[in-house]
């Protein structure tokens, strides 16, 4: 078993992915077979023959499936014209598995992951991800999950933000400029608005060219090439920084809603801290390249406590609480409080999320 799961790493080469990993293999069988030596090479990388001549048989339908449709001719030459863009070919298998997603949080000693539908989850002892230490990419998708104790994830294939905002599902504007939202706000992006425009129009376009190209089959996608370019360039580029934010609670201008943002009442409520503030600040932090944050807490005369939370030379200073943990939730939320732009009280307070999370480079700060 440990040798098949080396042999199965080898094929991924470091991919993050068991979908291209599946397709070294069969690339590698078929040039085998050209030399006639087809069962040595699934012997030799325990491969099944029949399993690996099953999905050539698939491959040559699906090809007889688009003939038919006239979406490729029998020269396919310019339709694999891109078949060895790797990253094109990971955006490909984002859209053909999409809502299957989970995002990917890599902590110091292991890795989070979390579908929106059961939390948290972990990866198929046989796949390529479980044996990585980290995970350079914010987000995997997959087919299929099976639960016995827990729920886990089978083949899955790592993707960037550009993957999943161009090939994922609807992508919708937020409150404010620069805000994306996906699978009705459970996925939030948050970019400079020039940026967000261009997901928002470069999707626009291209789902329009597929629908041209499915109901004009002879239609040449190659001639709007500016458009594949920006595609292939957005994708390709994407430095995987993972720069999105959990739950972000957008500003309100009431009185009322000030009042209710106040670092108590966002614990009380489930707001930008809840009674899950010290996660949600972790995870806003590890997305974006950080340290987890580092709690001092200290008890007050009158037996109360008060916590202070430091990361990014930045240090927050929450209310005195009856109880450690309460003291150090309440720090996380004063925290979260900055970090979101809900207190409006300077221009620096409401600076877009990744110029928050830039390291600072001057002295320490300290917010009460």
């Known amino acids: 078993m440990q040798l098949a799961e080396s042999a199965k790493a080898l094929f991924s080469g470091r991919t993050f992915s068991d979908h ?42 699906f090809f007889y499936l688009l003939k038919d449709a006239g979406l490729v001719e029998n020269n396919t030459e310019a339709c694999n014209k891109w078949s060895h863009d790797e990253h094109l070919i990971r955006a490909v298998i984002c859209a053909g598995l999409f809502p299957g997603i989970c995002s990917v949080v890599n902590k110091e000693k292991s890795i989070s992951l979390k579908t929106m539908e059961d939390g948290q989850v972990l990866l198929y002892s046989n796949s390529v991800n479980a044996r990585e230490p980290k995970i350079p990419y914010p987000w995997l998708v997959f087919n299929e999950k099976v639960k016995v104790n827990s729920v886990f994830l089978r083949d899955s294939t790592a993707v960037s933000d550009s993957m999943l905002l161009l090939f994922g599902g609807r992508i919708s504007r937020g409150g404010i400029d620069g805000h994306l939202k996906m699978l009705g706000g459970y996925l939030e992006f948050f970019m400079k608005p020039d940026l967000a425009d261009t997901y928002l129009s470069l999707k626009k376009e291209l789902e329009e060219l597929i629908q041209q190209k499915l109901l004009n089959p002879t239609l040449d996608v190659h001639t709007n090439n500016e458009l594949l370019s920006a595609v292939r360039l957005l994708v390709s580029e994407d430095e995987c920084n993972g720069r999105f934010v959990f739950g972000r609670q957008l500003p309100k201008s009431s009185k009322q809603a000030i009042k209710e943002t106040s670092p108590g009442a966002l614990l009380r409520s489930g707001g930008a801290g809840g009674d899950n503030a010290k996660g949600r600040l972790q995870t806003v932090l590890i997305r974006g390249g950080h340290q987890a944050p580092v709690y001092k807490t200290r008890q007050l005369k009158n037996n109360m406590f008060r916590s202070t939370v430091i990361f990014n030379e930045l240090q927050f200073v929450g209310q005195p609480c009856s109880s450690k943990k309460l003291a150090e939730k309440d720090a996380a939320a004063k925290a979260l409080e900055w970090l979101m732009g809900e207190r409006q009280s300077s221009t620096e307070d409401i600076d877009h999320m990744s110029m928050l999370l830039k390291k600072s480079k001057g002295k320490r700060r300290k917010r009460t």
């Open 20 to 61: 291209l990993a599946l397709v070294q293999a069969y690339e590698g069988w078929k040039e085998a077979e050209r030399q006639q030596s087809g069962y040595e090479y699934c012997w030799r990388n325990f491969l099944s023959a029949q399993t690996l001549k099953a999905i050539d048989s698939l491959r040559r339908q």
